[in-house]
């Protein structure tokens, strides 16, 4: 997207009466009380939110403790179970309202009340407990999108064992790294999973990455056998029918403090080593609730769907947590987009009469892009009437693809939230909030109330509105990341960089706000992470997956703008052999793909990869990534290369080889 288009964008959309008059922040003037109620009491304005949304078994007296800035503490002499307020709190007001909606891969659909989600927890967490699990225990989730994944993570919440869950799109490799990192003592997976009408394995990849070694803390893999597919098993292996089988289906919930660790979630960064984001059970719970109510306007009549996989913070947030502490009936999908046809997700909203639709901008590009094709599978082809809010979140919309979604989507009847944040966040950082804010194609706009977020230059200093500079958040928030597990020093130079005075949390992203409204728009990522498809991926982590190739002598990886995926993987390549060419350099090529697949997993596969005798360097030998992501773009250089200590590669590295 180029900033400039969003830049210009002068068109506004004001709510509409009917929306806003039912709103739970109703107007702007609503909106500005609640920064002011921030802005004057900042920790009495979080303190009176925790109380009112969240049930505590030992209510907290102290809110905020700086004292080891930057982590920080929140509510911490209080005490709470955060499966309790997602379950347990409803049994006497909504037992038996449907929880989730499950639509399966091939279309089946199952329904489960909160009541049967709650004893599904129990006697799953039950089980756990039979093995031994305890408080405090990590254990890696691997699963397929359904109600056990769900169930798993709020089992592992109810005896205050700390869940990490892997998207089932990472390879045996990062598995085996993330065991590794977390000191994980069970893994729970499945035999296989269904996606778009295939059957595929999945506890293959949990066995090849624990054959990788170093994986001797886990005790037992559980597997819930969801295709039937043959599986090879050892006495660690214990299937979920089993684990459950006479268990009770109550169990006693751990009451844990406040910033017990709630999860982990490993994310990419700009070295080559994922890092394992902690998040905290009541601050994070309570931003969770909180955006659902003020982004999402959650009303106990919705049919609430986020798309996104448990496997990423989206899919914690607003599927796991978010929307069972609020009460929601939601969908939970198996599926893909595009099976059985790109009609899914409209077929689905009609289908189930979906009213709040939270997805990702890629989606909706490469969905527009398959309606134009087969008009089938356009949304106008469908019911979608019962949809009154959208939102998106991953990466930025381009305003063409912001209006497609409002017009032919929402039928420009309903608001568009789009949702800034980050895994490190734990919710919404800056949103429109549905029935106040004016929204602006390719805008996230303004502030959540409470989150003091804003642009500054690269010694921290303000700057004036209209100026480029880095997102950072001042004051510490709630649902903030508390450490890098592991590895404290790496969370406190990555987020809390001394250049910026040390007080200031890093986003990593470019932002600039507009002059007169002072709206944000997201500029990307300013570190070396890429955002292909709205997935997070580090160039390095890239980069070194390819050096332990033993073909490869080194590497470089960059982005280059992709018109559906938002950015593309490219890979410039140095063999230790001579370079390639022809079918030769084809065949590598394809190799090396497959390579970082098994390395990372599929979704990190470079789209292009080019050749060179060597990269182009400076003379005292840095990479010129700058270089590299021109030649990416198909642009000309012209810019000054005379530091360039060797500019005849450049030459080389113009064509891909796929
Ligand atoms: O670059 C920003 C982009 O996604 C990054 C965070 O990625 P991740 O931790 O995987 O979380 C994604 C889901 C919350 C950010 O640093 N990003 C996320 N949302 C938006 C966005 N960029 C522009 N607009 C957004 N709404």
């Known amino acids: 997207m180029s900033i400039e288009s969003v830049l210009h964008e002068h068109r506004t959309f004001t709510p509409e009466e009917a929306f806003s008059s039912q709103a739970a922040v109703p107007s702007m003037q609503e909106y500005h009380r609640l920064c002011a109620e921030a802005a004057q009491d900042y920790e009495g304005f979080w303190a009176k939110l925790a109380r ?11 809110t905020l403790n700086e004292s080891e800035a930057p982590f920080y503490k929140w509510f911490e002499d209080g005490k709470l179970n955060v499966s309790v307020n997602c379950l ?38 039950n089980g756990l407990k039979s093995l031994n699990l305890v408080k405090g225990d990590r254990v890696i989730i691997y699963l397929p999108m359904g109600i056990e994944a769900v169930v798993a993570m709020q089992a592992c919440a109810r005896l205050g064992i700390i869940h990490s869950v892997v998207f089932g799109g990472f390879s045996a490799k990062s598995l085996n790294e993330r ?26 990849a949990v066995d090849e990455g624990m054959a990788m070694g170093g994986c001797e803390s886990i005790r037992d893999i559980v597997v819930f056998q969801k295709t039937g597919q043959d599986v ?81 913070i989206t899919g914690h947030s607003y599927v796991t947590y978010g929307p069972l ?14 099976y059985p046809n790109a009609g899914r997700f409209w077929q689905m909203i009609q289908r189930h009469k979906v009213s709040v639709f939270y997805t990702a901008p890629t989606a909706i590009r ?19 009437s019962s949809l009154r809010l959208l939102g998106t979140v991953g990466e930025p919309i381009n305003p063409e693809a912001w209006m497609w979604y409002f017009e032919q989507v929402g039928g420009n009847r309903c608001p568009i939230v789009d949702t800034f944040w980050q895994t490190e966040t734990g919710g919404h950082v800056i949103t429109p909030l549905p029935g106040a804010t004016p929204l602006v194609p390719g805008s996230c706009t303004l502030p959540f109330p409470g989150i003091d977020i804003d642009v500054v230059d690269e010694t ?133 793909r497959e390579w970082v697949g098994k390395e990372i997993g599929p979704i990190a596969k470079p789209d292009e990869i080019r050749f060179g005798d060597n990269l182009p360097k400076t003379r005292s030998g840095k990479i010129m990534r700058r270089l590299l992501r021109s030649l990416a773009k198909g642009e000309e250089i012209t810019s000054d290369i005379s530091t360039l200590d060797n500019p005849a590669i450049l030459e080389q590295l113009k064509q891909p080889v796929n």
């Not at 009112?52 to 102290?62: M, S």
């Not at 449907?98 to 129990?122: M, P, R, S, W």
């Not at 601050?283 to 496997?311: Q, S």
């Open 52 to 62: 009112e949304l969240l049930v505590w078994h030992k209510p907290f007296t102290k």
């Open 88 to 125: 347990d709190k409803h049994l006497d007001t909504i037992p038996n309202k449907t929880a989730i909606i499950f639509e399966a891969d091939n279309g089946e659909v199952k329904n489960v009340t909160y009541k049967e989600l709650y004893h599904q927890v129990c006697q799953f967490a």
């Open 179 to 204: 065991i590794i990192d977390a000191g994980a003592v069970a893994v729970i997976t499945s035999d296989g999973q269904f996606r778009g009408g295939k059957t595929l394995p999945l506890k293959q």
């Open 232 to 312: 090879a098993w050892n006495d660690q292996c214990i299937w979920w029918h089993d684990l459950i089988a006479g268990k009770a289906d109550t169990c006693e919930p751990v009451m844990v403090d406040a910033e017990h660790p709630l999860f982990l979630l490993y994310t990419s960064g700009s070295t080559g080593k994922p890092k394992g984001v902690q998040h905290s059970s009541a601050g994070y719970l309570l931003h969770a609730m909180n955006t659902m109510r003020w982004t999402f306007d959650i009303k106990p009549e919705d049919i609430y769907w986020c798309t996104a996989d448990v496997g990423w």
């Open 325 to 338: 502490a609020m009460g929601a009936t939601q969908i939970v999908f198996e599926g893909i987009p595009t």
């Open 366 to 384: 490469s969905l527009i892009k398959a309606g134009e094709m087969d008009y089938t599978t356009h949304p106008n082809h469908f019911e979608l």
């Open 460 to 592: 921290g200093k303000d700057i004036p509105w209209g100026n480029g500079g880095l997102l950072v958040i001042k004051k510490p928030w709630p649902s903030m990341i508390r450490t890098i597990y592991n590895d404290p020093e790496r969370f406190k130079s990555s987020y809390y960089p001394a250049e910026l005075g040390g007080k200031l949390y890093l986003a990593g992203d470019g932002a600039i706000r507009d002059t007169k409204t002072g709206n944000f728009t997201i500029m990307g990522r300013i570190d070396d992470v890429l955002n292909v498809s709205g997935h997070r991926l580090g160039t390095m982590e890239i980069e070194s997956a390819l050096v332990a190739n033993h073909l490869v002598a080194e590497s470089a990886v960059v982005g280059k703008p992709h018109p559906i995926k938002g950015e593309s993987v490219v890979a410039y390549v140095v063999l230790k052999g001579k370079r390639p060419e022809g079918e030769e350099a084809k065949k590598i090529v394809a190799e090396l």
